[in-house]
Every structure is written in structure tokens, then in C-alpha cells.
């Protein structure tokens, strides 16, 4: 007796092989989509967590710095923490008063301190870029300097219910 192979028993091994393959690339597809759309609902995730985090403003108004709330909900706190002079690469570090609620749509000037005036050289007075610290209505706060995105400091609140 001869232990020849039957071909059949050939295409059954081959066919199993393939199907091991494909399995193996369905598994390999399914953890990449996986894997992107966590990433792209992570980023929508950001974005919705800061969208009215971009709608918070900061610009010198000499001698004031003047934070605007251009978003439909107020903002529970706000506060001037400091005043870059990119041109000298130097930083006022400041503590303003915090400005209580600021609604929607409104604005809160904040006057520079004399003090802190009688340092600045006349030029720099233009390019000064403030920054500023600021809790929007979900209770989340950020920092913002200039035009730059805000920066997020504390978690998001988690949802109860």
C-alpha cells in the first residue's frame, strides 16, 4: 500500500488555509476601523467640549483688556492671569479680580493696574497679548492666550443620570 495524497484532500487544506486568511484579515480590518472611529469620536468629543471655550475672547483695549462671551451660554468665571510682550519675550504675570458671571453676548474690562503700566515701554503697549483663565458654563476651565486655542485644565464634568 502506497500513502498517496488524494487531491481532494489538497484543495480541502488549501481551502482551509485561505479561510484561516480571511479570517484573519476580517479581524485585522475590524480592529483598524475600531481603532478610527474611536479617534474620530474622541476628536468630535473634544471638539463639542470646547466649542464654547473658542468663543471666549481676550484683546488688549489699552488700558483695559477686555474678555468678550461671544457664545449663547455665560461664562461662570473669568480672570486676567497675565500680559506677554512677544517682541521683549517677556511675561507680566497678573492677578486680576475675577469677573463673576459674564452672560452671553457680554463683556468684562479688565483696567491694568497703574503698577503694572508704569513697567511696559510705550511700544510694547500694542503687542501686548493677554492671557487669561476662564470657567464656560458646563464648569470646565480653560486658559487662553491671544488668539491662540483655548487650553483645557480641568476634566469635563461627568453626565449623571
Known sequence: ??????????????TNFAVAGGTL?????????AIHDGRHRDAE??????????????????????????????????QVIGLFEPEARTIH????????TIKAHDRWPWPIPPETRSKLEVPARESLVPSIRFMDASGVEWERQGDLPPRQRTAVPEKRG
Open 1 to 14: 500500500m502506497t500513502n498517496a495524497s488524494n487531491p481532494s484532500e489538497w484543495w480541502m487544506i488549501g
Open 25 to 33: 484579515l476580517v479581524a485585522v480590518v475590524a480592529a483598524w476601523v
Open 45 to 78: 468629543r473634544r471638539d463639542r467640549e470646547s466649542a464654547q471655550a473658542r468663543l471666549v475672547t481676550c484683546v488688549l483695549a489699552y488700558p483695559d483688556v477686555q474678555i468678550t462671551n461671544h457664545s449663547g451660554l455665560p461664562l461662570l468665571d473669568a
Open 93 to 100: 504675570v497678573v492677578e486680576s479680580e475675577r469677573s463673576g
